[in-house]
């Protein structure tokens, strides 16, 4: 069972930046693809971004590419999201997620608690 710890949210200004932190409890974590999924008040839960298991392939939701930067640092079983120029669209609740290279919810597998984002304007 893989257990993931978001940390890293808070409240910001438009404008600013924020990197959230998704640590695992297992070492399969280097041989394991992340993503990052985020859910708005009153909205379905949407993709962010995912990135593999050797850090070599990312994939970005179209609302964040350029923005937003997924990382991996399998020596210390973390996968990050550096979040820069965030707006009040942004503010959501965070989730890692382990599984496999994908945009849809349904190929990973396990999930963190998640962490809260919020962008003042």
């Known amino acids: 069972q893989v257990q993931l710890v978001e940390s890293g949210g808070g409240l910001v200004q438009a404008g600013g930046s924020l990197r959230l932190s998704c640590a695992a409890s297992e070492r399969t974590f280097s041989s394991t693809s992340m993503g990052w999924f985020r859910q708005a008040p009153g909205k379905e839960r949407e993709f962010v971004a995912t990135i593999s298991w050797s850090g070599g392939a990312t994939i970005y939701a179209a609302s964040v590419k350029g923005r937003f930067t997924i990382s991996k640092d399998n020596a210390k079983n973390t996968v990050y999201l550096q979040m820069n120029s965030l707006s009040p669209e942004d503010t959501a609740v965070y989730y890692c997620?382990?599984?496999?290279?994908?945009?849809?919810?349904?190929?990973?597998?396990?999930w963190g608690q998640g962490t809260q984002v919020t962008v003042s304007s």
């Open positions: 997620a382990a599984g496999t290279l994908s945009n849809y919810e349904t190929e990973y597998d396990y």
